[in-house]
């Protein structure tokens, strides 16, 4: 267990901390907003960091940024889900339909903002870790 923590704690922080602070600087406007997108990354990165980087032994950076899309796809799906239910359902006033497509506005502005970002955060979760192992190494020597 101490290694999924020790190999997945940067990761992690690097994609609950934008977004926990943009769902902060948005709780004024949209109290709904608050929790959806941070609970869902720090339940679903660890274990996909752990998976798909966290284990092995080199960290090449296409795979961290793969796996830092994916990270940012999967949670963009909750919330995603979550719209599509509420508009599957009906809208049943004129105000409904306009939240439901105002919704689907700002998912779609998301998914564009999202996954680019996972990318990088991806990226930048890699290129740390590989030079505190080369850090590490150098003084080890």
Known sequence: MRDVVKGTWLATALFVAP????????APISPGLAG???VGALLITPPVWWWLIGRRQTKGLVRGA????FCAALILLVPTVRVAAIIAKGASSPEGGLAAASGVAFLIGSWVVGIPSG???GTLAVVIENAKAQAL?????
Do not use: K, N, V
């Open 137 to 141: 190494a150098r003084r080890a020597r």
């Open 36 to 38: 959806s997108f941070s």
């Open 119 to 121: 990318l990088c955060l």
């Open 66 to 69: 793969l796996t830092g899309a």
């Open 19 to 26: 977004l926990a602070l943009f769902e902060w600087s948005l």
